[in-house]
């Protein structure tokens, strides 16, 4: 049932606060004469020359049983597959609650309720209501960080924008407003993109609490730890409604993690509330990772790069959690697995066979894979139960969803090996990660316009977007087209490799480049007509043809804004400002020496450079009589880095002006611990002595003799 209201100058979000939970706004309509629109110091303030009349239809949604969620089969292709509106791309989205009708709450009298609630705003004063709503939005932009004063408008609208994504009554915040390609659909789909994954809720609470804005992220996490998490299992659906209700229920390993991380970044006064739930979580990632039922874009099984940075981040953060509630036990757990998945992620998922482009060093190209397909190794117990099946290999084969076609899995490559260096797993100049960007660029980059800002397809060979004749994505014969986020993960990569806020400036105008005029991001934009390189399988190449009237790098029909791309907005915005990625969890990528970690107050850097022979499958670790160092744990002690073998390295922060006993260890494949030999007390088994001065830093250049 829809309900069609007309109101005079009315705003609309002080109609949708109050409409009963089985009502959502379906579309609105406004008629105005003289209507305009501007951004006024990040504040978007409408402005009536004549009369305006907008028309809101409400729509009453069917209560829908959790038994029911979308097939497995369904839910192979993306998260549009079933839609039913076009997004709005003229104005900025009204705020919207998007809630569902509990079950078994009589539709008669919320109808009512919601008629009273329109009734009472439509009998209210309008210029009082609309000055008490545009003050609220001066007061929450005015809250905000500038970022130094580089903040503009469109970094204002995309957290204003973010904020009307979050359910006022609970905390969840939407992936969108509308339904990719909806003009095309019939409207029988109450999910489109306004269902929440955990996934872009972090991306972009993530990015609020970069804006300043912790407040609603920490609403988000509370959300998804006490209504959207399997309180039996820890596990989190694939998306859900507000209700917490599951929509499609496959499970993506990454957004298991990622509510731990954001957890973990609001700080103690929101992890330690949600400890008992945060734990249910990492012990579900521990037993059930690396592998992943689906990857980040919801097609594939198997071993990704971007779901594992993301679990290895997710359970280090947990342990540091664990510890701070005096649980070392799982720490101990979450951080063997942490180390050994980061470890093993390059066998896992790094092929140096791949042939992406059949014209350009085919079988020879080295690179991160977008997926492993295989299945995980049974029996035997863990470590090695985490491992694949197969490793990377010419006969590893995939198909790919949306009528992508078969291919082998080594000749299939993303931009998700990028996760590895944002979530501080690997260093940005690690050899994977550079060998992995000559593929990236040369077989799914484009340029647009005169001052050729770049952009990425998804993947080679990837059939999510309009077909080449412009007709709606149909599951069967679409071309995905071009990602404006993929500008502001590279921005960030940037900035990551040279230190510099300035090496992500032109991947921001990029991104300006591709928005709408008010300041908007696609998911989508359209790409210059082109054949994409062929591979080993299908060696004529993929043909993504934009029609005539399509201008590259205008939006497509798929979603705008998409919430993910505005908070990747504000994120690049941020890093550029602060010379460095922010939200960068540190206490991974200082565990992995992927990045050096400010000493604080009291403390000094201990760069620890130590002489090793080891065997493939064996690493280095050190531990010692300090909380940091892993108290004599070796399953809490600190990895040391490989990368100048024999010489391996890492560095630690430890109290200045005192002293400490440590020692060096390795763990070897089959995960038992053999110590170094260190003479003293007539035998191998004595401790190093390490003395910290009261300031400066200490170099460690040790040597190692096996027992």
């Known amino acids: 049932m829809n309900c069609v209201v007309a109101i005079r100058m009315a705003p609309v979000a002080s109609i949708t606060r109050k409409l009963a939970p089985n009502w959502r706004v379906a579309s609105i309509r406004t008629s105005t004469a003289g209507l305009r629109r501007r951004i006024s110091h990040g504040i978007i303030n409408t402005k009536a020359n ?52 509990a079950a078994g709450a009589p539709s008669g009298s919320r109808r009512t309720a919601a008629i009273a609630a329109v009734d009472a705003t439509l009998g209210g004063n309008v210029a009082t209501q609309q000055a008490s709503y545009d003050a609220a939005w001066h007061g929450y932009a005015g809250g905000l960080s500038n970022q130094n004063g580089t903040a503009d408008d469109q970094y204002y609208l995309s957290a204003m924008t973010l904020k009307c994504m979050q359910d006022k009554s609970n905390g969840a915040m939407i992936a969108g ?29 993530n990015a609020l609490i970069t804006a300043g804005d912790a407040a609603s992220a920490a609403d988000a996490v509370n959300w998804l730890f006490n209504v959207d998490m399997d ?25 298991q993690a990622m509510p731990i991380i954001l957890a973990y970044r609001l700080g103690p006064s929101a992890y330690n509330p949600l400890w008992p739930k945060i734990r249910l979580t990492a012990n579900y990632i521990y037993s059930t990772g690396p592998r992943t039922d689906e990857e980040r874009w919801e097609e594939n099984p198997g071993y990704s790069p971007s779901t594992i940075a993301a679990e290895i981040a997710g359970l280090v953060d947990a342990a ?89 899995a080594i000749d299939i490559i993303d931009g998700g090996f990028l996760e590895l260096v944002r979530m501080g797993v690997k260093r940005p100049n690690d050899p994977t990660i550079t060998n992995s960007l000559i593929a990236y660029d040369g077989v799914i980059k484009q340029t647009i316009g005169s001052n050729a800002s770049p952009a990425w397809f998804r993947y080679n060979f990837d059939g999510y977007g ?34 510099t806020g300035g090496a992500g400036a032109p991947y921001l105008s990029a991104l300006k480049a591709f928005s709408t005029a008010q300041g908007f991001i696609s998911e989508q934009i359209w790409n210059p007509s082109t054949m994409l390189p062929g591979d080993a399988d299908n060696a004529s190449g993929w043909i993504v043809t934009t029609p005539a009237g399509d201008t590259p790098g205008s939006i497509t029909g798929s979603m705008e804004p998409l919430n993910w791309a505005q908070g990747e907005y504000i994120n690049l915005l941020a890093d550029i400002a602060a010379g460095r990625v922010i939200d960068i969890p540190q206490v991974v990528c200082s565990r992995y020496f992927a ?22 499958g064996q690493y280095m670790y050190v531990t010692g009589n ?82």
């Open 50 to 101: 004549a009369q305006m009349t907008t028309t809101v239809v409400m729509k009453e949604e069917p209560n829908q049983s959790s038994s029911s969620p979308r097939s497995s089969a369904s839910s192979s292709a993306p998260r549009n597959v079933a839609t039913s509106a076009k997004p709005t791309r003229s104005k900025p989205p009204a705020c919207r609650r998007h809630s569902r009708r």
């Open 466 to 499: 309009e077909t080449n004749t412009g007709d709606p994505y149909n599951n069967s014969t679409g071309r995905g087209r071009l990602w404006p986020i993929f500008d502001a993960e590279r921005g960030n990569y940037q900035i990551a490799t040279t230190g």
């Open 231 to 255: 309180p039996s299992t820890g596990r989190f659906p694939q998306n859900a409604f507000v209700s917490g209700q599951p929509h499609w229920n496959n499970t993506q390993m990454d957004e």
């Open 626 to 707: 300090t909380g940091t160092l892993g108290n004599w744990n070796t399953s809490l002690g600190i990895p040391v880095d490989s990368s100048t073998y024999p010489v391996w390295k890492n560095a630690v922060n430890l109290a200045a002006s005192s002293s400490f006993q440590y020692k060096y260890y390795r763990k070897n494949s089959d995960g038992s611990v053999t110590w170094e030999c260190y003479p003293g007390n007539g035998d191998c088994n004595a401790n190093r002595l390490l003395t910290i001065p009261a300031s400066g830093t200490v170099n460690l250049n040790d040597t190692i003799s096996w027992n």
């Open 177 to 205: 407003i509308g339904t990719p390609w909806g003009s095309s659909k019939i409207n029988n789909d109450v999910g489109g993109y306004h269902v929440v994954w955990s996934r872009d809720m972090y991306k972009f609470a």
């Open 320 to 408: 540091q959690i664990a510890l701070a509630n005096n649980d070392t036990a799982d720490a101990a757990n979450w951080l063997n697995a942490a180390d050994y998945w980061q470890q093993n992620v390059i066998a896992w998922t790094y092929t140096t066979e791949g042939c992406p482009n059949v014209n350009s060093n085919c079988n020879s190209t080295s690179m991160y894979m977008r997926i492993n397909p295989s299945g995980a190794q049974s029996g035997g117990g863990l470590p090695g139960g985490w491992n694949p099946s197969v490793y990377p290999n010419p006969n590893m084969p995939i198909v790919i969803g949306n009528n992508g076609g078969a291919h082998r």
């Open 595 to 616: 990045c050096p970690l400010t000493p604080s107050a009291g403390q000094v850097q201990v760069n620890i450079n130590v002489n090793a022979s080891t065997q493939y």
